[in-house]
């Protein structure tokens, strides 16, 4: 039986990577990798993805499909959405936050733009290494889905009043 030097390649090259261990401690600080074990956040860890943003690219637009879901290793995203004619900012994320969860549990549309607010390292989990994770009936994907629920409720608990008086 032959190896698949692409995998071989992967996990040598992970094995090298001396900031593993900083990424791993980030994954494991990270309220949606509550209660998943270390050994399989470092199996985890090896098929995310790393990508490279400049200052000022736009990583998602509001309204297109969500792929993927991000963790930020070293920058500022800025999260914006379309108000009338103007862009407001919602917030800017720094290290160790994450983005995009929403794209995890379904085939939503984004609900804001994602930018580079500077030159930025982001961590990527794409849905369908995610949804692969949820077929193998693996553990770490109920914990998952389970904190990103919690997470979601969370968001909702915390949003500010409405003006509105008709909104329940």
Same mark, same amino acid.
């Given at each position: 039986?032959? *190896?698949?030097?692409?995998i071989?390649?992967? !996990? ?5 990577d ?17 209660g ?8 985890i ?8 943003y ?6 998602? +637009? ?8 991000y ?9 914006m959405? @379309?108000?009338?004619?103007?862009? @407001? ?8 936050? +994450? *983005? ?10 984004? *609900? ?5 607010? @500077?030159?930025?390292?982001l ?13 193998? &009936? &693996?553990?770490?994907?109920? @914990?998952?889905?389970? &904190?990103?629920?919690?997470?979601l409720?969370? !968001?909702?608990? +915390?949003?500010?009043e ?5 909104a329940?």
């Open positions: 039986m032959g *190896f698949d030097t692409k071989v390649t992967k !996990y040598f090259a992970w094995a090298l001396t900031a593993r261990e900083a990424r791993l401690s980030m994954l494991s600080d990270c309220p949606l990798f509550k998943v074990s270390r050994r399989r956040l470092r199996k860890l090896i098929d995310l993805v790393e990508k490279k400049k200052a000022g690219d736009t990583i998602f +637009h509001e309204r297109e499909s969500g792929m993927a879901i963790f930020i290793l070293e920058g500022a995203v800025k999260i959405k @379309k108000l009338g004619s103007e862009d @407001k900012t919602l917030c800017v994320l720094g290290p160790s936050c +994450h *983005f995009g969860e929403l794209a995890l549990i379904g085939h939503t549309s984004r *609900f804001a733009t994602a930018v580079a607010e @500077k030159d930025t390292l961590l990527i989990m794409y849905k369908s290494y995610f949804d692969d994770l949820v077929r193998s &009936n &693996n553990a770490a994907a109920t @914990k998952i889905l389970l &904190n990103v629920a919690a997470v409720s969370d !968001y909702i608990h +915390h949003q500010p409405s003006d509105d008086k008709t329940p």
